[in-house]
């Protein structure tokens, strides 16, 4: 802790004197009308920086800086693309302690998960890199009279809206096919963590990434977001956030007839049956919960457990809740740090109540921690019932709801009986059983025998609520490219 504590300073210093400014068409610099915000650190309130308070006229000035820079990186040399990606990757490596240590700051997350989110930013970055030279490829579908051939452009300037939590590695997750893709992007990051998306962008620039290719726009939602999704020359919105944030970017978006990706929340299931390896399932079941603070879209939210084995595996649970360590962030021992701010803090406390008042147990945690910051013990509701509240909704911080089930059939009607269909986590040793409940189960995702393990070739996304689209492999390219068809008469 103290090692990474005295680097802190030195990682924040230069945001606390010259805040957090806009990047537009290679130029840094405040919002039009001056406007500016205060970002503070979830772990002791304090001030970090201020923050260009963005509004339409700076998207306005960002849009047309990728619309101009968009032919030229259109046609760029795919190879060279490949080596600005690959550049970038190299300078996220070379600077990934600050990338951690500011992230573990910027929103409370514990510092031995974000080491890690900075390598996989690169990777992300590698990944599409190799990809950018074969984005193009198309195919040949000769007919009688014409020979048809396929090709693949990219669409446009594009905006990217990216949320609070794990900001650096969501933001690399979309930014890096668009730009492999040939895109230019107008990227809004969200306003409670916005520092590390400004060192991922100036990490772009000293590659060698062409002005106006990457600009940055800070802000609020209702303002700089909103008018990046109702911009005329933005042609499409990768969004990472809320459901009901999606469905207003839907609205609107809808009089300039934008593409839009989205990926959004989750109450995702983890359902345990008596057969399972119930000591490996146990530790999954608390990694996808309890890491990350909970603020992740892929966390296991509820746990199914089946009735023959319920009583023993969630004995087990608690008694491990229990020895989570919560604390600061850049101390390498903690597995909890603080919510991202209060806002956040007082909804996920606020659950607490709604579990007492529905009648389920809370079986450990159900407090915040006394003294400064957005600090709450990890908590396990037991005895719940599928319709309530706890099991419905989208709590988003350490909190594992815990339902018990009889058969395979009820499983599986609990298991989607909620709005959202992100992941899911199905731990049995019967194949034919994981078989048959895979496929009615409604999840873009699901993993079985595991907790989620990410193989950037496979697609990413959910679906009912929790998303529209699939990121990875070539699903990333389908997004930001257009195909198009041309058929020679001969
Ligand atoms: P949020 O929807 O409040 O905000 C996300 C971003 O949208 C921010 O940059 C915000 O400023 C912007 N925004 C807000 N209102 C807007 C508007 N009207 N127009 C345009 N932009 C607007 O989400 P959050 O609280 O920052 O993030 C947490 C949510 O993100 C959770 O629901 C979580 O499940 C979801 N999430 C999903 C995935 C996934 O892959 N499915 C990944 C990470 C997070």
């Given at each position: 802790l103290e090692k990474n504590l005295e680097k802190l300073d030195a990682c924040i210093a230069r945001f606390r004197a010259d805040g957090v400014l806009n990047h537009i068409g290679g130029e840094s610099r405040p919002a039009a009308s001056g406007a500016t915000f205060d970002n503070h650190s979830p772990v002791d309130e304090s001030f970090i920086c201020k923050v260009a308070k963005s509004g339409a006229e700076d998207v306005d000035a960002a849009a047309k800086a990728a619309k101009a820079a968009f032919p030229a990186w259109r046609d760029f040399d795919a190879v060279s693309r490949k080596k600005i990606l690959h550049a970038i990757a190299d300078g996220i490596i070379e600077r990934a302690d600050e990338i951690a240590i500011a992230e573990c700051w910027d929103t409370g997350q514990a510092h031995r998960f974000m080491s890690k989110a900075a390598l996989r930013g690169a990777e992300n970055f590698r990944f599409f890199a190799d990809r950018a030279p074969s984005a193009r490829d198309g195919q040949s579908l000769p007919s009688p009279t014409l020979m048809n051939v396929t090709t693949r452009v990219p669409i446009g300037p594009v905006g990217v809206i990216t949320p609070w939590n794990t900001p650096f590695m969501l933001s690399t997750w979309k930014i890096a096919p668009a730009l492999a893709a040939g895109c230019t992007v107008v990227h809004k990051p969200a306003e409670f963590s916005p520092v590390t998306a400004r060192i991922l962008m100036e990490i772009a620039e000293e590659a060698g990434l062409p002005a106006g290719v990457w600009n940055l726009v800070n802000g609020f939602g209702e303002d700089a977001g909103k008018a990046l999704t109702e911009h005329p020359d933005i042609r499409a919105i990768a969004f990472v956030g809320e459901s009901k944030t999606g469905s207003m970017i839907m609205k609107q978006g809808a009089d300039t007839l934008k593409r839009v990706h989205f990926e959004l929340g989750g109450k995702n299931p983890v359902i345990v049956f008596d057969d399972a390896d119930l000591d490996r399932a146990l530790d999954a079941a608390i990694f996808m919960i309890y890491s990350l603070n909970g603020e992740r879209?892929?966390?296991?939210?509820r746990l199914l457990v089946q009735e023959t084995v319920a009583e023993e595996f969630l004995a087990k649970l608690v008694e491990r809740v229990n020895r989570i360590r919560v604390g600061h962030?850049?101390?390498?021992?903690?597995?909890i740090g603080p919510l991202i701010h209060k806002t956040h803090f007082d909804k996920v406390t606020s659950y607490f109540d709604v579990a007492r008042a529905e009648g389920a147990t809370i079986a450990a945690g159900g407090e915040a921690v006394d003294g400064k910051g957005w600090f709450v013990r990890p908590t396990l509701f037991t005895g719940a019932r599928p319709d309530m509240r706890i099991a419905q909704e989208e709590i988003f911080g350490p909190v594992l709801t815990a339902i018990t089930f009889g058969e395979e059939d009820e499983a599986l009607e609990i298991a989607n009986g909620v709005q959202y269909g992100l992941t899911g986590y199905v731990w049995t040793n019967d194949l034919t059983r994981a078989l048959r409940f895979t496929d009615k189960l409604e999840a873009g995702m699901i993993w079985v025998n595991s907790e989620n393990v990410r193989h950037l070739p496979t697609p990413f996304g959910g679906v009912k609520a929790s998303g529209i689209g699939r990121d990875g492999g070539d699903w990333s390219f389908e997004f930001y490219m257009e195909q198009k068809h041309i058929g020679f008469a001969t």
């Amino acid at each position: 802790l103290e090692k990474n504590l005295e680097k802190l300073d030195a990682c924040i210093a230069r945001f606390r004197a010259d805040g957090v400014l806009n990047h537009i068409g290679g130029e840094s610099r405040p919002a039009a009308s001056g406007a500016t915000f205060d970002n503070h650190s979830p772990v002791d309130e304090s001030f970090i920086c201020k923050v260009a308070k963005s509004g339409a006229e700076d998207v306005d000035a960002a849009a047309k800086a990728a619309k101009a820079a968009f032919p030229a990186w259109r046609d760029f040399d795919a190879v060279s693309r490949k080596k600005i990606l690959h550049a970038i990757a190299d300078g996220i490596i070379e600077r990934a302690d600050e990338i951690a240590i500011a992230e573990c700051w910027d929103t409370g997350q514990a510092h031995r998960f974000m080491s890690k989110a900075a390598l996989r930013g690169a990777e992300n970055f590698r990944f599409f890199a190799d990809r950018a030279p074969s984005a193009r490829d198309g195919q040949s579908l000769p007919s009688p009279t014409l020979m048809n051939v396929t090709t693949r452009v990219p669409i446009g300037p594009v905006g990217v809206i990216t949320p609070w939590n794990t900001p650096f590695m969501l933001s690399t997750w979309k930014i890096a096919p668009a730009l492999a893709a040939g895109c230019t992007v107008v990227h809004k990051p969200a306003e409670f963590s916005p520092v590390t998306a400004r060192i991922l962008m100036e990490i772009a620039e000293e590659a060698g990434l062409p002005a106006g290719v990457w600009n940055l726009v800070n802000g609020f939602g209702e303002d700089a977001g909103k008018a990046l999704t109702e911009h005329p020359d933005i042609r499409a919105i990768a969004f990472v956030g809320e459901s009901k944030t999606g469905s207003m970017i839907m609205k609107q978006g809808a009089d300039t007839l934008k593409r839009v990706h989205f990926e959004l929340g989750g109450k995702n299931p983890v359902i345990v049956f008596d057969d399972a390896d119930l000591d490996r399932a146990l530790d999954a079941a608390i990694f996808m919960i309890y890491s990350l603070n909970g603020e992740r879209c892929t966390s296991s939210s509820r746990l199914l457990v089946q009735e023959t084995v319920a009583e023993e595996f969630l004995a087990k649970l608690v008694e491990r809740v229990n020895r989570i360590r919560v604390g600061h962030p850049l101390d390498p021992e903690t597995e909890i740090g603080p919510l991202i701010h209060k806002t956040h803090f007082d909804k996920v406390t606020s659950y607490f109540d709604v579990a007492r008042a529905e009648g389920a147990t809370i079986a450990a945690g159900g407090e915040a921690v006394d003294g400064k910051g957005w600090f709450v013990r990890p908590t396990l509701f037991t005895g719940a019932r599928p319709d309530m509240r706890i099991a419905q909704e989208e709590i988003f911080g350490p909190v594992l709801t815990a339902i018990t089930f009889g058969e395979e059939d009820e499983a599986l009607e609990i298991a989607n009986g909620v709005q959202y269909g992100l992941t899911g986590y199905v731990w049995t040793n019967d194949l034919t059983r994981a078989l048959r409940f895979t496929d009615k189960l409604e999840a873009g995702m699901i993993w079985v025998n595991s907790e989620n393990v990410r193989h950037l070739p496979t697609p990413f996304g959910g679906v009912k609520a929790s998303g529209i689209g699939r990121d990875g492999g070539d699903w990333s390219f389908e997004f930001y490219m257009e195909q198009k068809h041309i058929g020679f008469a001969t």
